[in-house]
């Protein structure tokens, strides 16, 4: 939520460098949080992975990376002469390879009159974690004369007796002020907007509640399958992937109380309290499938099973619906639903507030009419929100029509940042509004954990559905009309 403009001048060490995530989102994240005015000269990277790169070799892979995020310019090319750097290491785990880094980072921050400002960003997979942090500590990287900040990326552990271990080894050698865990949800404009949506604007507040909202749906689809990560994924499945992090933030932030002050430790807290609220999941509120054949934009793709690295006789759900309910004073009742898939129709991140009826229901005669009123706020990837509501058609007969008003983030301010963009602004920052507490990675695995080791059966469900049919035993009536976008929509004729 700042800019990092004011002058902060350090060392970005960014661990995994040749991954896709460095690659693809980190680089041009961080490139583009260096041009901020005042920022120019004053920040430097240093790529760390396993390969005996120069910093030539290293220079032209992030020209690359730049180039395909589409900011390849020639100023860019200039900015990764002079201020991006390579260290190759054997591994993770020996004394030798943190030895020869902090030399490597010292002798950087000489040349270039830094004042030990650094960042440790593990853009590794999961089971280095421990051995990094481990190397960073005992390094003496952990601290400086400077200030030191260490970026987790999720997964944050695999359960709640792994996230407790992972933590307990952080504050063995860094203190809770100095860590950022990721959920790039966080990052997103639209995600935060929701604190605007709700806290800044006086006529939703009085709506937001049990007496006005008869139930909350979060839909996270994506229309890809598993890809090349289907050994991670087999191991992981929806509930870890997408229930633990990314939905239980969103669920949060639309269930949270305000915060006293808009600062990270009152807006923490707030969410922390929703997630311990939540009571305990029921096998009867909770679907689990996974997809088979079927066909995405009439494209035919084959089932989970079939895809690379996959077990063939795999449990693991690439789908999720659950029903929960956050027991507080303001939402008693009142459930939200939840859902994530891969194999969807479409990549989209929705919620959907659905408020209640009328209290009289005048227009019962009207078929399929009068729907509640909808509030969609749309996170991707049409960034903004929509207002359902019913009109009268101009027709001499009396009829009804349910109509959208829209609100687009890209027809009001044209580009929007990408999440990691926001994120690295504000590790820079040092602003932890945006990055995940150790208390909520704690709730939410406490939440989640006896459902990963009591899971209900999967069901198969169609590639290209919006899941398995049982999720209308949950929900009859999922508002999916809330999910198109108004162009596909206008061509289907309604709302
Ligand atoms: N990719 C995404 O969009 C995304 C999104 C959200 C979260 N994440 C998380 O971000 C982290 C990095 O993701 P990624 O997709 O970039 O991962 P990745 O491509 O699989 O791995 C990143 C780098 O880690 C190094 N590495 C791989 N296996 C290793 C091992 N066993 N020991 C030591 N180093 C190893 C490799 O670099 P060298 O061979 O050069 O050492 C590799 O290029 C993961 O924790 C992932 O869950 C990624």
Redesign the pocket.
């Known amino acids: 939520m700042h800019d990092a403009s004011s002058s902060n001048p350090h060392l970005f060490v960014i661990f995994?460098v040749?991954?896709?995530?460095?690659q693809?989102?980190l680089l041009p994240a961080f490139y583009h949080v260096t041009q901020q005015e005042g920022c120019e000269a004053d920040a430097f990277l240093l790529g760390v992975?396993?390969?005996s790169w120069s910093d030539a070799e290293f220079r032209q892979r992030a020209k690359d990376a730049l180039g395909a995020a589409g900011i390849g310019t020639p100023e860019g090319n200039g900015w990764c002469n002079e201020h991006v750097f390579f260290h190759g290491v054997d591994?993770?785990e020996s004394d030798e390879s943190f030895a020869g880094l902090r030399a490597r980072i010292e002798q950087i921050e000489r040349e270039h009159h830094l004042p030990k400002n650094r960042i440790y960003y593990l853009?590794?997979?999961?089971?280095?974690f421990e051995s990094t942090v481990t190397g960073l500590g005992e390094s003496g990287l952990a601290h400086s004369e400077g200030w030191t900040r260490l970026v987790v990326?999720?997964?944050f552990g695999k359960d709640l007796e792994t996230a407790r271990e992972l933590d307990q080894l952080i504050h063995r050698h860094f203190h809770e002020d100095q860590v950022y865990r990721i959920d790039?949800y966080l990052g997103k404009t639209t995600v935060q907007n929701l604190l605007v949506f709700r806290f800044g604007n006086g006529m939703f507040e009085p709506l937001w509640n049990r007496d006005r909202i008869s139930r909350v749906e979060i839909t996270v689809g994506e229309d890809l399958g598993v890809g090349s990560r289907g050994g991670y994924y087999d191991t992981a499945g929806a509930l870890r992937d997408m229930v633990q992090n990314h939905i239980i933030q969103l669920l949060s932030l639309v269930a949270m109380e305000p915060p006293t002050a808009f600062e990270a430790e009152a807006i923490r807290s707030e969410k922390v309290k929703v997630v311990r609220s939540i009571t305990s999941i029921v096998h009867h509120d909770v679907v689990l499938g996974q997809y088979a054949d079927g066909s995405i934009d009439g494209e035919p793709v084959q089932g989970y099973l079939s895809e690379p690295r996959v077990a063939p006789d795999s449990q693991t759900e690439t789908y999720a619906a659950l029903r929960l309910h956050v027991d507080t004073w303001r939402w008693h009742g009142i459930p939200f639903y939840v859902r994530t898939g891969k194999r969807l129709p479409a990549r989209t991140t929705k919620v959907a507030i659905v408020f209640r009826d009328a209290p009289l229901p005048l227009f019962r005669a009207f078929k399929d009419h009068p729907v509640p009123n909808v509030l969609v706020i749309s996170i991707q990837p049409d960034e903004g929100f929509d207002l359902f509501f019913e009109v009268k058609t101009p027709d001499r007969d009396f009829r009804l029509d349910t109509k959208r008003l829209t609100f687009r983030y890209q027809d009001q301010f044209g580009r929007i940042p990408e999440a990691y963009e926001t994120l690295v602004a504000d590790i820079v920052a040092g602003d932890q509004t945006l990055f995940v507490h150790r208390d909520e990675v704690e709730a939410s695995w406490k939440l989640l954990t006896p459902l990963l080791k009591h899971k209900p059966p999967v069901a198969p469900y169609e590639a290209g559905t919006w899941g398995p049919k049982e999720i209308y035993d949950l929900l009859p009536d999922w508002v999916d009309f809330c999910l198109r976008e108004p162009a596909e929509a206008d061509e289907g004729g309604s709302a």
Do not use: F, I, S, V
């Open positions: 995994g040749t991954g896709d995530l460095a693809r989102k992975g396993r390969r591994d993770y853009a590794l997979p999961p089971e280095t990326e999720k997964p790039h």
